[in-house]
């Protein structure tokens, strides 16, 4: 009987080895998956950032170069309103 338990045990010792190095495995590649996950989504929020904010530059000289061209008296953009 002792010659079973054995075998069972040098199975289980080995399948334990290799299911925790598929787990290391795995860790790693949820690492670089979250990892690169993360590094993208920054580059597009930091792209977006840039746009939106050009955007706003340009939509607010234009409605100051409009106000300075107003013909009906309107007052032009002051300095608080940037």
Do not use: N, Y
Not at 1 to 26: N, Q
């Amino acid at each position: 009987m002792i010659m079973p338990l054995t075998k069972l045990g040098v199975g289980f010792v080995l399948s334990s080895a290799w299911l925790l190095s598929s787990c290391a495995e795995v860790k790693e590649a949820g690492r670089t998956i979250g990892h690169t996950t993360r590094d993208v989504t920054r580059e597009i929020g930091h792209g977006t950032r840039d746009v939106v904010k050009e955007i706003g530059h340009g939509t607010r000289r234009v409605v100051k170069s409009i106000g300075e061209e107003s013909p009906d008296g309107a007052e032009p953009a002051t300095e608080d309103d940037k």
